[in-house]
């Protein structure tokens, strides 16, 4: 199956992609551990620890936060890791949308086919993504244990094969799309749905901004 003219189907799905990520940006605001000292942290550190106790000890860090701190903590954490399923059909969509959009535009036959591989190659990286997820939500209790190195290996293997597809399905996808602008091959219609793009990164600036700043007042 390929979508040829999926510009309005993407910016609903960029929208809907934008809204889940603001929600999940709130939430990590209230992202804090006890590794020795308080201090914030970030998903990205949950998601690729570099060693099994290193993540074993931001966990651990969780519970040992004050009683109110450490329930706000693990709440938020535990909501952002349930919100994710929501926005992994969302953010890869998107970016599929975006591969068949580029494939469409292609003269020759092999970027065409690349471009469609790219985005199928989506559904490998929304099936680690979701196996990444139910592993942390697992993970996330006071009686934590370290994983065999065997285990942690094959974790580290399954994001980057994630973050890989991702990353260069979107990269490669961006630069095509750069490539049409410049050789002036786009329609005219396509920029009506560049400025509702546009328009929505800067709504979502915008609330981020004006939500962070309220929870750092409120904090």
């Not at 966990?59 to 936060?65: A, N």
């Not at 959009?101 to 591989?117: C, R």
């Amino acid at each position: 199956m390929q979508i040829t003219s999926s510009w309005p189907l993407f910016c609903y799905t960029f929208g809907a992609m934008l809204f889940l990520s603001l929600i999940m940006g709130l939430q990590s605001a209230h992202f804090y551990t006890k590794d020795v000292v308080l201090r914030k942290f970030s998903i990205i550190e949950l998601e690729i620890p570099s060693t099994p106790l290193e993540l074993v000890n931001l966990i651990k860090g969780l519970y040992k936060l004050p009683d109110m701190q450490s329930k706000k903590t693990v709440n938020a954490l535990k909501g952002q890791l349930y919100v994710d399923f929501l926005f992994m059909p969302v953010a890869y969509g998107t970016i599929c949308l975006l591969c068949m959009q580029v494939s469409h535009k292609m003269s020759l036959s092999f970027g065409t086919n690349i471009f469609m591989i790219f985005a199928y190659l989506q559904l490998i990286a929304w099936l680690c993504d979701i196996i990444e997820n139910i592993y942390l939500l697992r993970k996330i209790n006071p009686r934590v244990v370290e994983s065999t190195k065997a285990v942690h290996k094959a974790y580290l293997l399954m994001e980057c094969i994630k973050w890989g597809i991702a990353l260069v399905s979107t990269i490669c996808s961006v630069t095509a799309i750069f490539y049409f602008w410049l050789n002036g091959s786009y329609s005219s219609n396509s920029l009506n749905y560049l400025l509702i793009i546009a328009i929505e990164i800067v709504l979502f600036v915008a609330a981020s901004k004006f939500f962070l700043k309220k929870i750092a007042i409120d904090q």
